[in-house]
């Protein structure tokens, strides 16, 4: 765990994903959990080794993917999540009275138990602290999947950006709304106050330039695909491109690591996406 500034905190999960942390003299509150309840169990107890036994006031979702009902489970703390993300992880009210086969059952009550208890339209705020209250934002921007949000620390000045920006390596573009999300990050130059980016994935970032490597990529990732659109090309021929995407990153891309199998199937992906868009006419 590293500590970014005053009670603010970072720790970088075993699959490269930034998750956060912010301490209160009276409680604490995260930003986001590890997928593996495994990995969850010991972010937990150096939460415990760090700051005792302060209450975990709540747990901030950048987005429904960053949540694992089994991690959830583990930490037993309130969740806080966009309406969107809620909508992708409970089923819907009607299904609840419908016959399921005995197997399931109890499976499904137990991941309904863990489910966020507070949900948002717009934004929503946490407080933490006592004696020098620190107020967290988490606000509904929607570009990198229809339930994204920033977490902002205002008097720390940084914002966790979520998969809304990679640095170093290429965003996710699967759930991908290509028209907004570089509104997205135009707005993130703009957020006043703020002197620190948090992105999804890789180092830390300014306002100024933290978006700008994934702006660029979706910039080419969407050029590519809608050449071979043109072209009368298959779907699969997407592939071919992965390696070109992957080679905007030169040596950076070394910050993938053993991930680099798994980056390239998220990176085609992406593309398979931005063609189905295309072939739809969706504008991008």
């Known amino acids: 765990m590293k500590k970014l500034q005053k009670n603010v905190y970072l720790h970088v999960t075993s699959d490269g994903v930034n998750i956060g942390c912010v301490a209160g003299d009276d409680a604490i509150a995260l930003i986001d959990l590890p997928q593996d309840p495994v ?3 010991a972010w937990r107890d ?13 747990i901030l ?4 993917d960053r949540l694992n009902s089994e991690s ?16 992708q992880i409970a089923p819907p009210p009607e299904t609840l009275t419908m016959p399921l086969p005995e197997p399931m059952a109890l499976p499904l009550i ?16 946490v407080v933490i602290g006592a004696r020098q209250p620190s107020f967290i934002d988490i606000a509904h921007r929607g570009g990198y999947s229809p339930d994204a949000c920033f977490v902002t ?12 920006v990679a640095i170093g390596q290429p965003p996710l573009l699967a759930q991908g709304n290509f028209e907004h999300w570089p509104n997205v990050l135009a707005g993130l130059k703009k957020m006043k106050h703020v002197t620190m980016v948090v992105p999804g994935r890789g180092p830390t970032g300014v306002p100024a330039t ?14 590519k695909v809608k050449a071979l659109v043109r072209s009368n090309r298959s779907r699969s021929d997407v592939g071919a491109l992965v390696p070109e995407l992957m080679a ?5 891309g070394a910050r993938v690591g053993s991930n680099a199998d798994a980056m390239q199937r998220y990176v085609r992906a992406g593309l398979e996406r931005i063609y189905d868009d295309l072939k739809t006419g969706a504008t991008l």
Do not use: C, W
């Open 61 to 64: 979702f950048t987005s429904s």
């Open 46 to 58: 150096e939460l415990r080794a760090e700051f005792g036994e302060r209450q975990i006031r709540a």
């Open 110 to 125: 137990r991941e309904l138990g863990s489910t966020p208890q507070i949900t948002f339209n717009q934004s929503a705020s």
């Open 248 to 252: 905007l990153y030169g040596k950076k």
């Open 153 to 164: 620390v205002r008097d720390a000045g940084i914002v966790f950006a979520g998969d809304h």
């Open 210 to 223: 933290a978006g700008d490597e994934t702006l660029e990529f979706i910039k080419a990732a969407t050029s």
């Open 72 to 87: 959830l489970a583990v930490i037993n703390a309130t969740a806080m999540l966009h309406d969107a993300a809620y909508a």
């Open 39 to 41: 990995e969850t169990s």
